[in-house]
């Protein structure tokens, strides 16, 4: 679509305002414009030597950033909130920013020497996310800053739904490399808020998959991941985060020993030798504390967010913002691309896979997945990927992969493999033209380095060259989202969670849902027969985490093995049970994997959550309980009016007599119904809502 965005920048100079000018672009973006917007950026003062504060607000005058910049002191920042009545409340007090680097001096006075500011008011489509049509509005102001010894430029966008700080370093001094050996910032609170914390960052400890602690601010060990859920209110909720870190050091967080009641940010360091708990995958190096960057000039580093909600529900609901941060998609035609649910066959055998790719073929599944021991022992640096080489601890075989390629493209069925990262740091460039003459249609990258900028920009570099041979991708174990798959949307999922194969509770899903979910999609592998679902919850809440945890690619039944396929009897991959008939499957056959619109219905983190998603005129229903029984009031509001549905209502039952004891129940409702559901401690329920015809 051809389009004109209209540009009205105001640009701040000594002494002078400037200047209007029109465009013509082609983009993707639609309804897309560009508006003057010069309430948003408050300017007091505009001398050369007024180093007054600059604010930025959203669009909707609610979020606001301030910046300082005063002589003898570091840039600071405050962010702020008008509440109701039109209050602007400092949610953020004075915080600091500091960036140590070798080649460049960013301490020291600067004087600000061009403020320019532009207001977007967009959106963009997807196939890919929990919204087809993705508000991205926003006011972004750009301050340039200069002192003996540097110069450099602030990005500070202001969004509905939050706000965000990035900075450029421009071509100077004739220099190519700058080294940087931090960036650090302290974000000051008024009060020791509880925070919702993984656990501290440890040589064999994993964070990413860690389980999460509500602790006061003042506890933060080293290490906690992004996002940082904040409870600043009941009617306020504010989470850190990270998007757009492509080829940069990590941030996280941890408790400001030299300032009481405030968070510090600062960069992971270079991983000195990658060694790795052959189990958990945990790196078990140690990490330089210098040299954490190494930038080619100019450069512009991630941004820094702040999101902002009335709710849990409300920042869910409004996570798009960490994608908008990010480029547009660079895959002009994304056709090949495509989400949908995974089998991972479990008896690595020729006679296994064949019935998993029959079963995928009748359940509306789209990809049978084959994980590790397919190329040998995967945590050996000798593995080969390149061979099909049966580890004998996972498999006898034998194991026919060609035989099974060939049987599912006859059944339309895509193939995905796993590698560790062991071959594919050796092996890649060579693996993924060998697969792709295989058949394979995408790969599980597993155990991957993270966190050092080496690791961040080799990942991402993966990620890119997948794309060129057609490969949709999944990276597992330590690895967080920060919005990379709006720009690469073949990147489907991750996971960088403490999913079903770790036998978390459904109290411990509840705090995900609203802490890790604000990143993006989670890889949470559904588990369904395995006996660990009673340790976890329920079945119906097994079901319902197909709506309330976002995954392109939804892996299902992930212990258990299709009808037909040879006995699991060595226990490597836990109680591994044959998938049965229950009615209740119907369920996962028809749950979609991608969104056209996405609302949360209720949200207490740890205690209760239901999500209810549309997809075409289809609603599905999700919702998992803690530890405490309840009843659930499902308002139907936000259906469409004048418009009955036809809903079927999955619930735990212990009277009905099925290994499963789900209860189905069929309904009727419209946007005027409100049904109440009785939920046990650790249960469940899902509904499938389908308009009636006239």
Request: aromatic share 10%; net charge negative; with cysteine.
């Amino acid at each position: 679509m051809k389009f004109f965005i209209q540009v009205q920048t105001l640009v701040w100079q000594p002494m002078a305002f400037s200047v209007t000018r029109k465009l013509s672009s082609t983009a993707k973006a639609i309804n897309s414009s560009v508006l003057v917007f010069a309430l948003g950026v408050l300017l007091f003062g505009c001398g050369q030597n007024n180093q007054s504060p600059i604010l930025v607000s959203s669009p909707d005058g609610k979020n606001v950033f301030e910046l300082s910049v005063e002589k003898g002191k570091d840039l600071s920042f405050e962010i702020k909130r008008k509440i109701d009545g039109g209050e602007l409340k400092t949610l953020i007090q004075t915080s600091s920013f500091k960036l140590k680097a070798n080649e460049l001096d960013f301490s020291g006075d600067f004087e600000i020497t061009d403020v320019s500011s532009t207001a977007v008011s967009s959106e963009w489509n997807t196939r890919f996310g929990e919204l087809s049509t993705v508000p991205d509005n926003y006011q972004e102001t750009r301050v340039s800053l200069q002192n003996s010894g540097a110069k450099w430029t602030l990005l500070i966008r202001a969004y509905n739904e939050g706000l965000a700080f990035a900075y450029e370093i421009p071509s100077q001094n004739g220099l190519k490399p700058l080294t940087i050996d931090d960036e650090i910032i302290s974000y000051q609170f008024d009060q020791d808020y509880a925070v919702w914390s993984t656990p501290e960052r440890k040589r064999g400890r994993l964070t990413a998959q860690g389980e999460y602690q509500k602790i006061p601010l003042s506890e933060i060990k080293i290490g906690a991941e992004r996002p940082l859920l904040i409870e600043y209110a009941d009617d306020l909720k504010i989470a850190l985060a990270e998007a757009r870190l492509v080829d940069y050091a990590r941030l996280s967080y941890q408790a400001d020993p030299e300032a009481p009641l405030s968070i510090l940010s600062s960069l992971d360091g270079k991983l000195q030798k990658a060694k790795q708990d052959t189990i958990t995958g945990a790196l078990k190096s140690e990490r330089s504390q210098v040299a954490k960057v190494k930038m080619n000039l100019p450069f512009q580093s991630p941004w820094r967010v702040i999101m902002i909600g009335e709710s849990y529900g409300d920042l869910l609901e409004k996570n798009y913002l960490i994608q908008n941060l990010n480029d547009p998609s660079a895959i002009e035609d994304d056709a090949w691309i495509q989400p949908g649910k995974v089998l991972r066959e479990t008896t690595l055998t020729t006679e296994g896979g064949l019935r998993a790719v029959d079963f995928v073929a009748a359940h509306n599944m789209q990809y049978v997945h084959f994980d590790a021991g397919w190329y040998g022992n995967e945590m050996k640096n000798s593995s080969d990927a390149t061979t099909i080489t049966l580890d004998p601890k996972r498999s006898k075989g034998p194991f026919d992969l060609e035989k099974i390629t060939a049987y599912a493209k006859e059944k339309r069925v895509k193939m995905m493999l796993y590698v560790n990262r062991r071959a594919l740091e050796k092996q890649l460039d060579e693996l993924l033209p060998l697969f792709k003459s295989w058949g394979i249609a995408g790969i599980k990258y597993g155990f991957v380095r993270v966190g050092d900028q080496d690791a961040t920009a080799w990942l991402h570099e993966a990620v890119r060259k997948a794309a060129e041979y057609e490969m949709v991708i999944d990276i597992h174990d330590e690895y967080r989202p920060s919005g990379y798959s709006r720009t690469y949307p073949h990147f489907l999922t991750q996971e960088g969670i403490a999913g079903d194969e770790t036998s978390v509770s459904n109290e411990h899903t509840l705090i995900t849902m609203f802490t890790r979910m604000l990143a993006g999609a989670a890889d949470n592998t559904v588990c369904y027969y395995n006996q660990r679902v009673e340790k976890m919850g329920s079945h119906a809440s097994q079901l319902a985490k197909t709506v309330c945890l976002f995954s392109p690619l939804q892996f299902l039944y992930w212990y258990d093995r299709a009808p037909a396929a040879p006995e699991k009897l060595d226990g490597l991959w836990g109680d591994t049970q044959t998938i049965g008939n229950e009615p209740e499957l119907a369920f996962f056959d028809q749950v979609p994997t991608t969104w056209d619109e996405t609302k949360v219905l209720e949200a207490e983190i740890a205690q209760i959550g239901v999500i209810a998603r549309r997809k075409g005129k289809s609603w599905f229903i999700g919702g998992i309980n803690g530890k405490d029984p309840r009843t659930v009031n499902v308002d139907f509001s936000f259906l469409q009016t004048v418009q009955k549905y036809t809903a079927k209502l999955y619930t735990d039952n212990e009277q009905i007599k099925t290994r499963t004891r789900v209860e189905i129940q069929e309904l009727e409702v419209d946007n005027e119904s409100k049904l109440k559901i009785e939920l046990l401690s650790n249960n469940g329920f899902a509904m499938h809502l389908v308009p009636i015809s006239e």
